[in-house]
């Protein structure tokens, strides 16, 4: 956990680096610390077992002190907890455990405030840009302090100490292995996806907009779009008007416009034109809903409530129920057909 050579995955990428930049000797040895020291909960776990198992009881032990040491960076590493535990090896006399711990759990924080920041103001991608920007200010802050506290033989921290270690492999003055410039790669990636995780995690509960969809409204079907009938109703229309030619294709085009509410003047084959009523997507039934959902349109009317409305009595709610049923003449009658049956009494 405290090192990357252990973190699979991200222990693979640093071989690879190290191999191509002709550091075959690294490669092997990250592999190595993967294979048979690896710190990573579990897997060092059964590691140890295995060697415990096998009667090496000192490479257990020892991978089991390291496993240690890597989790107490990690818990160094947690906003508030890592305060503190430094806190209390400051009481404890242990001076620079105590340090350790408050510059490592301080720039935890100035990421995860860094990524809610950004997460607020640029959505996903400003989370990313502001964990990496809060770890940065923070390294500063810290750099700083320490410049204050021990002049020149301050210690720089975080980017800046990367800063400080480039620029003096450029004037020749150090040397940059490959796997300390993996580390160093790894910093930005890891501060980056730390605000983008804070963003997400505690921008929902602060009320931001963690991503999700919503569905499309569409007149006549409440809470969103759910099925293809309408759609498939207003699709055919165009279809049957495009086979009439050119101008039928180019009236099929208003015909698809006007179930969006895109279109005032739209033609419709005579022979479906009662489709776009009975389904709600013709221009009149479009602006009605329209009106009927601005709470800034006066009322016209009293309205009408939405449900069954009847007197409520056996010989009428048979009646209802016959009207609902298809394969009932009243349901035809009902709905404007031929068949007119009148209410029968028991």
């Known amino acids: ?51 415990a198992i096998g009667g090496d009881l000192g490479r257990a032990k020892n991978l089991q002190e390291k496993f240690a040491k890597d989790m107490e960076s990690v818990i160094d590493s947690i906003p508030v907890a890592g305060h503190i535990k430094g806190s209390v090896h400051f009481a404890m006399g242990d001076n620079e455990k105590g340090e350790n711990a408050m510059k490592s759990a301080s720039r935890s924080t100035g990421v995860v405030l860094g990524g809610v920041g950004g997460f607020a103001a640029g959505g996903p991608v400003g989370a990313v840009a502001g964990g990496i920007a809060g770890g940065a200010a923070v390294d500063g802050i810290i750099t700083g302090s ?16 990367a800063g400080h270690d480039i620029a003096q492999a450029i004037q020749g003055k150090k040397n940059i292995t490959t796997e300390q410039g993996f580390d160093m790669a790894m910093v930005p990636i890891s501060d980056g996806l730390g605000g983008y995780s804070a963003g997400r995690f505690i921008g929902k509960p602060l009320g931001l907009n963690v991503g999700g969809s919503k569905s499309i409204p569409v007149p006549g079907v409440r809470g969103g779009y759910r099925g293809g009938g309408a759609i498939v109703s207003v699709l055919d229309d165009a279809a049957l008007t495009a086979k009439q030619g050119a101008a039928g294709a180019a009236n099929a085009g208003n015909i698809v416009k006007a179930a969006a509410g895109n279109s005032d003047d739209v033609l419709v084959p005579a022979a479906r034109k009662s489709n776009f009523g009975k389904l709600g997507l013709d221009k009149a039934s479009l602006d009605n809903r329209a009106k009927q959902l601005n709470p800034n349109n006066p009322a016209s009317g009293p309205g009408r409530p939405a449900g069954y409305q009847g007197a409520g009595t056996k010989l009428d709610l048979d009646n209802h129920a016959n009207q609902l049923n298809p394969n009932h003449p009243a349901f035809t009658a009902s709905r404007g057909g031929s068949d007119v049956v009148a209410p029968q009494v028991d």
């Not at 252990?6 to 190290?18: A, C, H, N, T």
């Not at 506290?149 to 210690?155: E, K, W």
Request: net charge negative; hydrophobic share 40%; proline share 6%.
């Open 146 to 161: 320490e410049i204050l506290a021990h002049g020149p033989t301050a210690r720089p921290y975080g980017y800046i100490a």
């Open 1 to 51: 956990m405290g090192n990357t050579d252990s973190v699979p995955v991200v222990s693979q990428m640093k071989s690879l680096v190290q191999y191509i930049g002709g550091d075959s000797a690294a490669a092997l040895s990250t592999q190595q610390n993967f294979a048979y020291n690896n710190t990573f909960p579990v897997i060092s776990q059964i590691a140890s077992a295995g060697y």
